[in-house]
């Protein structure tokens, strides 16, 4: 079974690597947000893409889920010595894959050749993609103005409240051809426990890719649970945004684009509100702590997609 | 009494040291050799503004003369393990400065600018200036075909036999405004023991360079002691560009622009074959391994400086 997972950061990246267990790798395709990214001191960064190649790789940081596990941060204090930026807490492992990058850009490869490289040489067999490799910028418009994505979410900390969200050059991008024939040739598309707003919608945003989503059986899995969300600002983002601030909150946000949803088993009782909205319920333990967690959850995503059709095929539970 | 001195790496930056000691900062400006500069991984990097730079600061590492002490190398070896480049020896703290200076020059500055800041931030109270904005680039020409610098210095470990050296964009550039101001304001001008071909001479073949130079009162040191260089292929270019491997042949190189030349206690013996060009001839010792020996060396070089006339004002010993 050929399985798309559509993922942002830690979430997505811990359910990635839940099926990079459960499938055979050359099943299992990764298409990440890239709305996040963003030039800093010269480097070019992709937090998602990032947290989703370290953590199939197995040197993810467990403790925070991004960055890289017992990483130093040598150049960050001596940067700030020669009085360089120090917002952005950028380890020493974590940067090297910074440079690689941007420098094999600067030579003339797509992102996604060079994020196929990386992964090979960190030794991960799955296909990780960005969604995109034209630019594609977040934008939070909030009560204090317009913020860059890692303005908002780093540097404040996702205080300001929340008006909207745009993601600037959308209209413009691709999805890369790799991105859509992976769509195209799954048997089933996963969204991952990620944010919809500033993780899943930039990749549902690029042109023609909800359509293709809907084209395939596809499921989502809660990144709220118990009224709140795993890590981030999600749930902060649902209330902000005067949306429904539960599992099944995200569930309405979701439908038109998939046939299943897993909640969490704390949050039972909304199950048959989501089958209100169409959807095939299922409620498990989501919250992934360990990697035989991070599995089983990819086994439920399984099953649940095997019972599922596309929302535009004309087939309904 | 103030004081430009020309330099390049490790000696030239010993020397300047040795004036940093002996002067008011106010009245110490090292101008440095930029031939040398290369972009590594989207990096842009100068090997010796850093070398002075750190030297000054009294963070260099005394051992090898570049680098910055007690350096780590966690970028180096996670770059190695994204298939990124190793062969140049990028310690964490150095790399900041890359990244530093490389940020800024993106950001619109001059090198002179950045450089002044980097030199800020690190508490170097001396003026430390590249010899031009502009790129020039050694390239060396051997039995192998011509190099980029740090290819042949680097990489091939001066191992091919030199046939010429050429400055790529040395007709184009020019001296910054602050260089021909220090250079015209100086009292004297201390050519440091560095390799002659590619360290002093690309600061010399400067548009109107030489001809400052000459218009002030100038001396050099050896960076030839006892046939062989302190450091470098200096020796080693002189033998297979024809020339005499000794002090007195440096002394040769720059006749012409110097009114004084210092040879090292070891050369005694040539002390009259380099009056015999017209210069005035301190023999003394000027191996610097200790910050008191820097010290020594640039006080008699401030007192040689008193005894000899610019070479383009024709007054003779």
């Known amino acids: 079974m050929k399985v798309v997972v559509l993922a942002g950061g830690v ?18 395709t990764v298409i990440v ?8 001191i010269g480097l070019r960064i992709c937090p998602d893409l990032d947290t989703v190649t370290y953590t199939l790789a197995g040197i993810a940081n467990r403790e925070t889920g991004w ?13 700030e010595r020669v009085g360089g930026p120090s917002w952005f807490r950028l380890g020493d492992r974590d940067l090297a894959t910074h440079l690689q990058r941007t420098a094999l850009l600067s030579s003339g490869l797509r992102l996604t050749e060079v994020t ?14 960005p969604m995109t490799d034209d630019t594609v910028a977040t934008k939070v418009l909030t009560t204090e103005g317009e913020l860059d994505f890692q303005d908002y979410f780093v540097r404040r900390r996702c205080e300001p409240v929340v008006q909207s969200i745009r993601f600037a050059g959308i209209e413009a991008a691709l999805p890369s051809p790799e991105v859509s024939e992976a769509i195209s040739e799954a048997d089933g598309i996963v969204i991952a426990p990620s944010n919809p707003f500033v993780s899943i919608e930039p990749i549902l945003a690029l042109p023609g890719v909800r359509e293709l989503v809907q084209s395939r059986p596809a499921v989502a899995v809660s990144p709220i649970v118990g009224g709140r969300a795993i890590k981030g600002p999600a749930a902060k983002m649902l209330l902000e945004l005067g949306l429904e601030v539960s599992a099944a909150g995200v569930a309405k946000r979701y439908a038109g684009v998939i046939g299943g949803f897993i909640l969490d088993q704390q949050d039972g009782s909304l199950a048959r509100e989501v089958a209100g909205e169409g959807l095939e319920a299922v409620v498990t333990q989501t919250i992934m702590r360990s990697d035989g967690e991070r599995e ?4 439920s995503c399984l099953e649940l997609l095997g019972r599922v059709a596309p929302t535009r095929g004309g087939v309904s539970h």
């Open 296 to 299: 089983s959850l990819a086994v």
């Open 33 to 40: 947000n890239t709305g996040d990214d963003f030039d800093h």
């Open 11 to 28: 979430g997505g990246a811990r359910l990635a690597h839940g099926f990079y267990q459960a499938l055979e790798p050359e099943n299992l």
């Open 67 to 79: 960055g890289i596990a017992a990483d130093t941060f040598e150049v960050l204090a001596a940067l």
């Open 116 to 129: 196929s490289r990386i992964c090979a040489a960190l030794g991960v067999k799955a296909r990780v993609l």
